[in-house]
């Protein structure tokens, strides 16, 4: 057998470089393209967890009897294992806490006082059963609040009420709130515009900084979303409409509360929405 010179040897091994360079191209071209797309931003799912974001919701005194107000008091942890104290102004407050027994009913929206390194509030605790506490704040997203849950057990007989099923209306203090669009199912993971009109036609006041505020709880998983209306104060309000506009990041059914003030006195709304 007549045996390759060194030329031949060199153009042999440059011939095989290019060829698999060229399958090495074919293969890993398809993982460059990907590793360049944008990412989808997804649904927040907030408050089932009492850490997120680098902070731990830590109570110090929670409820454990029944009473018109009940003293509630936490401390939120920092990234760095200490209470945090001041957190930048979210809708007029640093602060926004809420309270909703597991089955949707004994909703509160009400802002804690900090003395010293402990947030302070009281809370109304009118039947047993299982409640979540959820703390929201600005943390190291200015563009999603943080939101911490943590639950506590009052003990005793519980009257427990059933959710009510999807509805395009609900009453408040002599109010209609009314879904114009009716009971219509948002779509999960998917943009979701929901609109309230509330009758008789007022102009609400303005309340934290908004005409109003949409807080919705997954009915199973308690993920919690806090929304506001797209018509800044000030704003002719058609029809009487507040459009609010969420992801949701959960199927099944949801309770959404609203709030608006009018006559001085906070008024509030709750709906049932189920999520496809």
Do not use: C
Request: hydrophobic share 40%; proline share 10%; net charge neutral.
């Amino acid at each position: 057998m007549r045996r390759m010179g060194w030329p031949a040897r060199i153009g042999l091994l440059a011939l095989i470089l290019v060829v698999f360079g060229a399958v090495g191209y074919v293969v890993t071209r398809p993982s460059t393209v990907v590793h360049h797309v944008q990412p989808v931003a997804a649904p927040h799912s907030d408050g089932r967890s009492d850490v997120q974001d680098g902070f731990q919701l830590r109570p110090v005194t929670v409820p454990a009897e029944r009473g018109s107000a009940v003293p509630l008091s936490f401390q939120i942890i920092g990234p760095a294992g200490r209470p945090e104290t001041k957190f930048p102004e979210n809708q007029t407050k640093q602060l926004h806490f809420f309270v909703v027994r597991d089955d949707m009913q004994s909703y509160q929206h009400v802002h804690p006082e900090l003395r010293e390194d402990i947030w302070h509030t009281t809370v109304s605790v009118p039947d047993g059963g299982t409640y979540r506490m959820y703390a929201e704040f600005i943390g190291r997203d200015p563009t999603h609040p943080t939101v911490l849950g943590s639950a506590f057990i009052i003990p005793g007989d519980t009257a427990f009420v059933p959710l009510p099923p999807p509805s395009d209306r609900a009453e408040t203090d002599g109010f209609t709130v009314t879904r114009p669009d009716g009971a219509v199912k948002p779509l999960v993971g998917k943009p979701s515009v929901i609109k309230l009109r509330i009758t008789p036609q007022i102009e609400p006041e303005e309340y934290l900084g908004a005409y109003g505020h949409l807080t919705g709880f997954n009915a199973i998983q308690l993920s919690v979303t806090h929304l506001h209306p797209l018509q800044r104060p000030g704003t002719a309000l058609p029809s009487g409409e507040l459009t609010f506009q969420t992801v949701f990041a959960e199927r099944g059914e949801h309770r959404l509360f609203l709030e608006f003030k009018t006559g001085g006195k906070i008024r509030t709304a709750a709906f049932t929405v189920f999520v496809t």
